[in-house]
């Protein structure tokens, strides 16, 4: 089954203590990006990747980082995580040239006490 | 700034009537206007897009309509069922000629449907 598959689904965390949402899909897409959805402003894109070893700056990119080693993965990271961090994270994923038709992971529910 | 966004927060219709889901954007240099369908505890769902220099593009049961002179986006939903019930987000795919800034979403609508 084609899919993106985020990990973990929930998470509750303290501030500064580093954390990774994974990201994988079995699409082959070579387009990865990441996004949060907060109430009242939607979705807005943090970073996204063109390929491995591509990777970009999107909306909302402070106080993250992402990597793409591998064409399949693509981890989310917050070295020092902070309340207003907390939100709905979407990993998203399609071919370059078709980003119109993105597949989104089911989400990652993350709280920064 | 560029923006895009809905008119209304909830739009409340009975089941097996049409849903009409509008939306305003602002930024013409965009070359697709999409529409994404967001269940309650999933991620957003593609459904439809059009090209910017397109006005009217058909789907199952689903139509979007494409003003530019006005900047409107609006999607159509023929004969709404309940699975119907969700949260409908427009949104604009920022780079053209086919590159990958990515996409640009709207705040959402969420769609009732009344039995």
């Known amino acids: 089954e084609a899919q993106v598959t985020q990990n973990p689904r929930y998470l509750i965390t303290v501030t500064g203590k580093k954390l990774t949402v994974t990201c994988s899909q079995n699409m082959n897409h070579e387009y990865m990006s990441w996004y949060r959805q907060d109430p009242g402003l939607g979705l807005r894109q943090i970073y996204y990747?063109?390929?491995?070893?591509?990777?970009d700056k999107g909306d909302v990119p402070e106080g993250y980082k992402v990597s793409r080693k591998e064409k399949r993965n693509f981890p989310l990271i917050l070295e020092s995580p902070s309340p207003n961090q907390t939100s709905l994270y979407f990993c998203?994923?399609?071919?370059?040239?078709?980003?119109?038709?993105?597949?989104f992971g089911q989400g990652t529910r993350l709280t920064v006490v | 700034g560029e923006s895009v966004g809905l008119h209304l927060p909830t739009l409340s219709v009975q089941e097996g009537d049409n849903s009409i889901i509008n939306c305003a954007y602002s930024?013409?240099?965009?070359?697709?206007f999409i529409w994404y369908k967001q269940e309650s505890g999933k991620g957003p769902q593609f459904i439809i897009d059009i090209r910017s220099n397109m006005d009217k593009r058909q789907g199952q049961r689903v139509t979007v309509l494409l003003n530019k002179t006005v900047k409107h986006l609006s999607l159509q939903i023929a004969a709404t069922q309940p699975g119907d019930s969700a949260v409908y987000f427009c949104?604009?795919?920022?780079?053209?000629?086919?590159?990958?800034?990515?996409?640009?979403f709207g705040k959402g609508t969420h769609l009732i449907i009344q039995p």
């Open positions: 990747s063109m390929n491995v070893e591509v990777t």
């Open positions: 949104a604009e795919n920022k780079a053209s000629g086919g590159g990958a800034d990515g996409l640009t």
């Open positions: 930024n013409s240099a965009s070359d697709y």
């Open positions: 998203a994923s399609s071919f370059v040239g078709a980003e119109t038709e993105a597949f």
